[in-house]
């Protein structure tokens, strides 16, 4: 079993930044690729950034490239998603997750574990 928490979400002005941070428990954290997922009010979970677990592949959603950084210090069991330049659109509950496997980290089936999620968000 892992357990994941996040935190570091709020409320925030377009154009702001925030800085989610997922801590990890339980099983060995360094062997799991770590996944940022979001959903908005009636939508899908969509993909939001992933990083192998080593932090050598990462991974980011057309949404996010060029404003959100994915990383991740396996020494604190803590994976960040740091979020600039923010939009309303990027409102959302934010999620990490885990998953055992190298592939597919785009998709929410390759996960196994999933935090409880924290809420961002932005205004106008």
């Known amino acids: 079993q892992v357990q994941l928490v996040e935190s570091g979400g709020g409320l925030v002005q377009a154009g702001g930044s925030l800085r989610l941070s997922c801590v990890a428990s339980?099983?060995?954290?360094?062997?799991?690729?770590m996944g940022w997922f979001r959903q908005a009010p009636g939508k899908e979970r969509e993909f939001v950034a992933a990083i192998s677990w080593s932090g050598g592949r990462i991974y980011y959603a057309d949404s996010a490239q060029g404003r959100f950084t994915i990383s991740r210090d396996n020494a604190k069991n803590t994976v960040y998603l740091q979020m600039n330049s923010l939009k309303p659109e990027d409102t959302a509950v934010y999620y990490c997750?885990?998953?055992?496997?190298?592939?597919?980290?785009?998709?929410?089936?390759?996960?196994?574990?999933w935090g409880q999620g924290t809420q961002v968000t932005v205004s106008s």
């Open positions: 997750a885990a998953s055992p496997s190298a592939y597919g980290l785009t998709m929410v089936g390759s996960y196994d574990y």
């Open positions: 339980g099983r060995t954290f360094s062997s799991y690729a």
